[in-house]
Structure formats: structure tokens, C-alpha cells
């Protein structure tokens, strides 16, 4: 099977911090994998590098077969990679269905001239562009929303409503930064009964970063782990949980030693 996205030796460094080092990883079809690691570990610059928001210093990034360093985040949306971000980037004074028709421009092949006489061709895409607008309120469970001001909705509805926006871009893959971030259980659950949706009923490819492990550990089909910078290792969920060299990452390497010796000491007890 050839990988939807194919990442080889990607890094970036910000003066002497090196942020992402040689990190190379595959992403196939209709697969779920997730980017863990401790704080600062170099996850959302490697959304950026991919995403073109940064440009890389080395490594080679291709998409679909083509080759994406050089090109411009609307480019690389365009070609059909999409994105939310850690911190919300919603258009807060406009309403939830505008945000998502937002996420449509590049799709719209009329002119300004068109938009401007308003052409039967304008018309004609712009009742489509809104039935697929509601569509994907509906679809991330919003469409009582449509009309709401963005700023006005939940946490956790502008959560979703990010994941409508990057949707309505037609893409191939997805990238989630964080999406369960503040969210409460509730909330929690029914992000990962969306995420398992999109990769199943669109056929969408989804890469997510996220610190809530059973979150992860749910939804992953593989998950990469990465280390100031570096990937540490990548794995099924099971295999990467109860990895010692990430148990040591995230909990400090003394930390980690004492929780060995006590799941030791356990298992004496017990038999």
C-alpha cells in the first residue's frame, strides 16, 4: 500500500533550539494515528512543518505523491490536508455555518465579478456551498448551531465547529491539534465517536495530537511518540503504552525507575 503521506528526515530548528530532529514516519489510508509526547516535545512544530506555517531546514514531506516543501499554507490545504489548531482560530463575530463556508473558498471557481452580479453560476455554487455547510454542522453534531455567533458557542462546540471548517475543505487528511483539549467527559466522548466517524464514514485520514491518553489509546490505529524533538519510538497503542522509554519521557527517568520497582515489588506480593 502506498502511504497517503510520506515524511522523511523532517526537522527545524529555531536558532540553538532543535525542534524537530530527522523525524521520518508514514501516514496511510483511512488510518488514525497519533502524536504524543511531554510538553515541548516538538508535536505542534511538526503540524506546522507539515502544514507549511514553518518551513523545514531538511527532510522531504510528500502528500499524495506530491511533493509539498515550498508551498503555501493554502496550497497545501488545497492539495488536501487540513487542520485545527491547539489554541481556537475560529472567526468569533461570524456565525458557525459562515465559519464553515470559510472553509469552502478554495472549492468556489466563480470570480469576484461573478460574486459581484451574482452570476446564476455564483448562485448556483453558493446553495451548494450552504447545503454542504449544514451537512457538516449536522455531521459534528452543531446544526441546532447554524446561526449562533461563534464566540457565543461552548468550548467544546467550538471545538467541533473547527472540525467542520477544516472538513469543509474536501481533504484527504486532517490534522487535530489538541481537539479534546478542556473538554469535559462527556465532551471527551463524543470527540472520540467523531474522530472514529470521519476515518469511517468519510474515509478521511487523521492525524491528531493529544495528552489524553485514553483518548490515544482508544482511537489510535498507531501512535508515534516524540521526545524534544526526536520520535522515540511508534507503535501500536498496546505496544507504545507500556514502552519503558516512553514511561521515562513522560515521567522523568527517577520517576519511572521507582515505578518499576514498585510494579516489581507488586508482582512478588502477588505471587
Known sequence: MTPLLTISGLSKRFGGLIAVHDVTLNVNEREIA?????????????FNLLT??????????????????????????????ARTFQNIRLFG??????????????????????????TPGFLRQERAAVERGRFLLDYVRLDHKAAEIAHNLSYGEQRKLEIARALAANP???????????????????MCDLIHRIRDELRISIVLIEHDMPLVMSVSDRVIVLDHGKKLCEGLPAEVR?????????LGRNVAAKLANALDVAVEVRT
Not at 497519533?34 to 511538526?46: E, H, Q, R
Not at 514531506?61 to 488536501?80: E, K
Not at 465559519?99 to 452580479?117: C, E, K, M, P, W
Open 34 to 46: 497519533s502524536v504524543i509526547g511531554p510538553n515541548g516535545a516538538g508535536k505542534t512544530t511538526f
Open 52 to 81: 507549511g506555517i514553518f518551513p523545514a531546514d531538511a527532510g522531504e514531506i510528500s502528500f499524495r505523491g506530491r511533493r509539498l516543501l515550498g508551498l503555501r499554507p493554502d496550497q497545501i490545504a488545497a492539495a488536501g490536508m
Open 93 to 118: 463575530a461570524m456565525t458557525a455555518l459562515e465559519n464553515v463556508l470559510v472553509g469552502q473558498h478554495a472549492s468556489i471557481a466563480t470570480s469576484y465579478l461573478d460574486a459581484l452580479l451574482r
Open 172 to 190: 484527504a487528511l486532517v490534522l487535530l491539534d489538541e481537539p479534546s483539549a478542556g473538554m469535559n467527559p462527556r465532551e471527551t466522548e463524543e
Open 242 to 250: 507500556t514502552n519503558a522509554r516512553v514511561i521515562e519521557a513522560y
